[in-house]
């Protein structure tokens, strides 16, 4: 069973910095894109950051210039690193993953986090 474990989050003051981690585990045949998603109370989940398996990187408007996502491919370990944070940042941050599973050549699955809770205030 693979489990992906958000951690990082917290309280900061507007114009602060954070650093999430997202740690998988379990057993799997291969790590593919990995993405950072967040959801506000009354909002709708929306996507982050993505770090595809070629290296790739994809930023949402509201993010760019501030957020760095990145990648220990070894330790299979995501990160994101948040800087100039804005109240509007307040959110529960979620990691996916697209991991293969199995035997042979196993099969693609995409995996959720159970979150890490940010909220940027003064």
């Known amino acids: 069973q693979v489990e992906l474990r958000e951690s990082g989050g917290g309280l900061v003051q507007p114009g602060g910095s954070l650093r999430l981690s997202c740690s998988v585990s379990?057993?799997?045949?291969?790590?593919?894109?990995m993405i950072w998603y967040r959801k506000a109370p009354g909002q709708e989940r929306e996507l982050v950051a993505a770090?595809?398996?070629?290296?790739?990187?994809l930023y949402e408007d509201p993010v760019k210039g501030r957020f760095t996502i990145s990648r220990d491919f070894a330790k299979r370990n995501l990160f994101l690193e948040m800087n100039d944070l804005k109240v509007e940042d307040t959110a529960r941050y979620f990691c996916n993953a697209n991991v293969r599973v199995g035997k042979g050549w196993g099969t693609w699955n995409d995996c959720w986090g159970l979150g890490t809770q940010i909220t940027v205030s003064s």
């Open positions: 770090l595809r398996s070629d290296g790739s990187t």
């Open positions: 379990g057993t799997l045949l291969g790590v593919g894109s």
